[in-house]
């Protein structure tokens, strides 16, 4: 059956397949009623060969209605005539059930899976309305709905284009080309698709003409030099498990499995490998490429300075060093601010573990707890031994 979102309030039945004609109809139909409420609304361009649709799903930005503010869910409801509505706030994704009205599919030559549709439901659920799940989702601007339209569009593409990212030790999705770079959050080279299909060397003006297949869509995406057939990957460790209604990307999938095949029995793996970058080298290209490798150098710097640090002056080691108790906090805390107050903050402490280690940072400790007069409280053991 269709989409999911009404899962709470009606059952799978009423929620039909769509035939193709019929889909095409019915956004015919709604796209002029949306464009009355926002500038910019689009589908995604649709998987081809896709047999049916489970659902309607309209991008959209740019209110008309003078207020910077959203569009109420009501005002769309009732625009679309929907009977149920299913709304999320902000840049998010709501859904309404429009009713199909009885013979609707008729027309459109589709009479009879109507009619089967409704037979169905009926017997399973007791259910005599049919409906569209219509999902919009509203973009926060143009270059947001540019990415989200290109990224959905064709079925699994972007999702195929992804996984071919990712096995290059990058991140592509909705919001753009990033670096994965833990622990920080990933970072961005691009959040424009027409630079970032110029880097993948994938054509734009291709990807607007379509595809009438999904053979042409895995031929198209395997021309990106960034495809690497001999190190391909979908499972493993950095790859995150797939649904399994995205049958468009396990038959790549299985596409590229059986070119991997070809090479190894050809002969040919080898030579093919010479020719593509490893993971870390494709990194380095793209930060090269995107002008962002000193930037994301001099996070990397950062970040390891302040391991440096949690390594060599810490809490622990001053607690060591200076012999204090677990209760004995406060005197801790002094300690350390002292040091770092002595010679310069954390510069120079990173300066003074260049030069002269742990022990060089160990003898500033001592000595800020001898000038702030700072005593070791005794151990509940030493203190026994005292009292004998």
């Known amino acids: ?69 959203e569009v109420p869910h009501d005002a769309v409801q009732t625009l679309l005539v929907a009977r149920y509505v299913v709304p999320m706030p902000g840049n998010r994704t709501s859904s309404y059930a429009v009713c199909i009205t009885p013979g609707e599919w008729g027309p459109l030559g589709h009479a009879s899976e109507e009619k089967e549709a409704r037979r169905q439901a009926m017997e399973t659920d007791n259910q005599q309305e049919l409906y569209y799940q219509v999902d919009v989702h509203v973009c926060s601007d143009k270059a947001e709905w540019e990415r989200i339209q290109f990224f959905n569009g064709y079925g699994d593409l972007g999702m ?22 833990v622990p920080r959050t990933p970072f961005e080279l691009s959040v424009s698709m027409d630079e970032i299909m110029q880097y993948m060397g ?13 053979q042409e869509v895995f031929e198209w995406v395997a021309t990106s030099p960034l495809f690497d057939p001999v190190r391909f990957q979908a499972e493993g460790q950095g790859f995150k498990k797939v649904k399994p ?63 440096r640090l949690r390594e060599g002056f810490n809490g622990t080691k001053v607690r060591a060093w200076t012999e204090l108790t677990g209760g ?60 004998a």
Request: net charge neutral; proline share 5%.
């Open 202 to 214: 994938l054509s734009m003006e291709r990807w607007k003409a379509g595809f009438r297949t999904k």
């Open 328 to 387: 004995q906090w406060k005197e801790l805390k002094l300690i350390m601010d002292e040091v770092r107050g002595r010679v310069g903050g954390e510069p120079g402490i990173l300066k003074i573990l260049d030069e002269r280690g742990e022990e060089g940072i160990k003898e500033y400790v001592l000595q800020a707890k001898e000038k702030l007069g700072v005593q070791s409280a005794a151990l509940p053991e030493q203190k026994e031994a005292a009292e």
């Open 1 to 69: 059956m269709g989409g999911s979102a009404f899962s709470a309030s009606l059952p799978a039945s009423a929620l039909p397949r769509i035939p193709p004609a019929v889909y095409y109809a019915v956004k015919a139909r709604l796209t002029p009623r949306l464009e009355t409420l926002y500038s910019v609304v689009s589908t995604p361009h649709e998987a081809p060969e896709k047999a049916d649709h489970g659902d309607l799903d309209f991008l959209v930005c740019e209110p008309l209605n003078g207020a910077m503010g």
């Open 245 to 307: 209604e995205r049958k468009m990307y396990a038959q790549f999938v299985q596409w590229v499995r059986e070119q991997q095949k070809h090479l190894v029995e050809s002969g040919s793996a080898e030579g093919a490998l010479r020719h593509t970058m490893d993971q870390e080298e494709q990194v380095q290209h793209a930060l090269k490429y995107f002008g962002k490798k000193e930037e994301f150098d001099a996070l990397n710097r950062e970040d390891a300075e302040k391991a």
């Open 160 to 181: 195929i284009m992804g996984l071919i990212a990712r096995n290059k030790g990058l991140a592509l999705g909705s919001k753009g080309l990033k670096v994965p770079h």
